[in-house]
Structure formats: structure tokens, C-alpha cells
């Protein structure tokens, strides 16, 4: 299994930006598809963003459509979520995690077996 390590999480007002921050070491890390997840307090763990292993083919849950950007640099062995407009319900734990199998995007939970710790993402009103 590949090791992950999540870091740019902090504490942003409403309308702010953050770009959270994925290392893979350890690991396959160019041929699987890469997924951002989150969770907040009480809730199920949810779906945010997945790309694909070349980077070309990416998909975002609806809410953050427009506002979120996923993007990866397979020679440093890392994927970026760029979070722009960031509202109070995006706060969460946020978890990058790696797709068990070969292939492309996945919205699914269960398809990811390499699990980062996560990083808090906190947005004030």
C-alpha cells in the first residue's frame, strides 16, 4: 500500500481559498486514479473529487462544481485540491486516498483502499 499524507487544511473565512495537498511515498502512485473525500462531524464520509491516472479525466460532486479544482503532478508523486469560494458547509476533514484498482475515476467509497490521515478544513461565517 501507498502511504498518503494530506497538509494545507487551516481555518478560512467565507468566500476564501485553500489548496489542500496530497504526498503519495511508498507506493504505486502514476497508475491509479486519486479521489479527494470528506467528512464532517455526524455525517458519512462523501465523495468530493476524483482524477484519473494521466490527469486528463476528472469528475466533482455538485456542490463544489465550479469552485473546487482537482489536479495531480505524477513526478512529484502528488495530488492538489484547489478549494476557491469556500461556503461554512464545506467544513470537513478532508482525506485524499488512492483507487484499488487499475483504471479511471471513481465516485465510490469503497473502490479507495490507501487512506490518508486528513487535514481539518474549518470555514467562519
Known amino acids: 500500500q501507498v502511504l498518503l499524507v494530506e497538509s494545507g487544511g487551516g481555518l478560512v473565512q467565507a468566500g476564501g481559498s485553500l489548496r489542500l495537498s496530497c504526498a503519495a511515498s511508498?507506493?504505486?502512485?502514476?497508475?491509479?486514479?486519486m479521489g479527494w473525500f470528506r467528512q464532517a462531524p455526524g455525517k458519512e464520509r462523501e465523495f468530493v473529487a476524483t482524477?484519473?491516472?494521466?490527469?486528463?479525466?476528472?469528475a466533482y460532486r455538485d456542490s463544489v462544481k465550479g469552485r473546487f479544482t482537482i489536479s495531480r503532478d505524477n513526478a512529484k508523486n502528488t495530488v492538489l485540491l484547489q478549494m476557491n469560494s469556500l461556503k461554512p458547509e464545506d467544513t470537513a476533514v478532508y482525506y485524499c486516498?488512492?483507487?484499488?484498482?487499475?483504471?479511471?475515476?471513481?465516485?465510490?467509497?469503497?473502490?479507495?483502499?490507501?487512506w490518508g490521515q486528513g487535514t481539518q478544513v474549518t470555514v467562519s461565517s
Open positions: 482524477i484519473n491516472s494521466n490527469g486528463d479525466t476528472t
Open positions: 486516498a488512492r483507487r484499488k484498482y487499475f483504471g479511471t475515476i471513481s465516485r465510490y467509497t469503497d473502490e479507495y483502499d490507501s
Open positions: 511508498g507506493g504505486s502512485f502514476s497508475t491509479f486514479a
